[in-house]
C-alpha cells in the first residue's frame, strides 16, 4: 500500500520560519517535521510513499535521496501551485494502483493511532482519523455523523448550525481507490473549492462502509508557537537531550537541551533548559537563553536573553 504525503504547503502562518524553506521541512530534533511525519507511516509497514511537494523545494527531494535514516522509497509529484489537498491528490493519483494511506506533513499522530487505522480499514472499505474538539473548532475542520463507528456523513468547514457533531475528521485517511475516481468527477463546493469530503460522502452514498477511529489528541503545527511547543515536547522523551563535546570556556548547559552539530557557540553562554539550536545557527559571548529555539542562520549577538522564543535567520 502506498503512503501519500502532501508537502507542498509554504506555511505562511509559519512566518518567518519558513521564510527560506517549506512547512515540511521546518526542524524537529535535527530532523524535517515531514520525516517525523513518515516516520510514524513506516512504524505502521508503510515504505512505498508519494510525496507532493512545491515547485521551488529542492530542499525536501535532497533531504530524502539522500539524508533521511528511514528505509523509504519516494516518488516526488510537483504541486506547480497550491490549490488545496483534493488538488493534490489528483496530481498524485497516476502513482497511486490501490488502497492508499493520505496524510498531511504538519500533523503528528501517535504511531499506534496510525496502527488502529491501518486495522480498521482492512475489515471495512477505508477508514478516517478523528477526534472530538470543542465546539468552536468544528466549523474550521470537517465533522462527521456516524452509526456506532461507521461514518455516514461528512462536511467540510459547516456553518456551526450545520454541523452533525463535534467529532471531526482529521488530515489522515486510508481510502479505496475509487475515491479518486469520485474525486476526479466532483464539481466544486459552495465553497467553490475541490473537497476531499466531497469524494468521501459519494463513497459512502454508493454504499462503501468508511470507519472513524478517534485519536485523544495529535501534535498540529501551524505556527512558530506550535513548532516550539512540538520540539519542546520531544526534547522532553529524549533523556539527555544532544550536545556538543566541546564546549567553549566559560559556557554551561543545563539539559534538557538538543544542539545540532555545526551550531556556533560563544563564550560564557548559558544554554538551558528546554533549548533547542539548529545546525547553521550562531550564538555570541555572555548569551542566555531557556525554552527557545534558535534556528539556522540565526546571528544571536552578545548578551542577549532569550526566553520562549522562536530566533530565525531574519
Not at 513506516?42 to 527531494?61: K, N, Y
Not at 490549490?83 to 490501490?98: R, S, V, Y
Request: with cysteine; proline share 7%.
Amino acid at each position: 500500500m502506498k503512503a501519500v504525503i502532501l508537502a507542498a504547503g509554504r506555511g505562511t502562518r509559519l512566518a518567518p520560519v519558513t521564510d527560506d524553506r517549506s512547512k515540511a521541512m521546518v526542524p524537529v530534533l535535527g530532523r524535517p517535521l515531514v520525516d517525523r511525519v513518515a516516520e510514524t507511516l513506516v512504524a505502521g509497514g508503510l515504505r512505498d510513499l508519494v510525496m507532493v511537494i512545491g515547485p521551488d523545494d529542492d530542499e525536501i527531494r535532497r533531504f530524502f535521496t539522500s539524508e533521511t535514516s528511514l528505509d523509504v522509497t519516494v516518488h516526488f509529484v510537483v504541486q506547480e501551485q497550491r490549490l488545496g489537498m483534493a488538488h493534490a491528490l489528483n496530481l498524485a493519483a497516476p502513482w497511486i494502483e490501490g488502497a492508499f494511506v493520505l496524510s498531511a506533513c504538519d500533523s503528528l499522530k501517535p504511531v499506534d493511532h496510525v496502527e488502529a487505522l491501518l486495522a480498521a480499514a482492512a475489515r471495512a472499505d477505508g477508514a478516517l482519523s478523528l477526534m472530538d474538539v470543542a465546539p468552536e473548532r468544528v466549523c474550521l475542520a470537517a465533522p462527521v455523523e456516524m452509526d456506532g463507528e461507521v461514518i455516514r456523513r461528512i462536511v467540510e468547514k459547516p456553518a456551526p448550525e450545520d454541523a452533525p457533531s463535534n467529532t471531526v475528521s482529521l488530515p489522515l485517511y486510508c481510502l479505496p481507490h475509487r475515491v479518486l475516481e469520485l474525486l476526479a468527477g466532483q464539481g466544486p463546493s459552495a465553497r467553490g473549492e475541490y473537497e476531499l469530503q466531497d469524494a468521501i460522502q459519494a463513497l459512502i452514498d454508493e454504499g462503501s462502509e468508511i470507519v472513524g477511529v478517534k485519536t485523544p489528541s495529535r501534535l498540529q503545527v501551524s505556527t512558530p508557537e506550535d513548532l516550539l511547543d512540538l520540539n519542546l515536547r520531544f526534547l522532553a522523551e529524549s533523556p539527555g537531550g544532544r550536545v556538543p563535546e566541546t564546549i567553549p570556556d566559560g559556557t554551561l548547559i543545563q539539559g534538557p537541551v538538543w544542539i545540532d552539530d555545526g551550531v556556533t557557540l560563544g563564550r560564557s553562554c548559558r544554554i538551558g533548559p528546554d533549548v533547542v539550536l539548529e545546525r547553521g545557527c550562531v550564538l555570541g559571548d555572555d548569551v542566555h537563553i531557556t525554552c527557545s529555539m534558535v534556528l539556522r542562520h540565526a546571528l544571536v549577538p552578545d548578551e542577549l536573553e532569550i526566553d520562549g522564543q522562536v530566533v530565525t535567520g531574519e
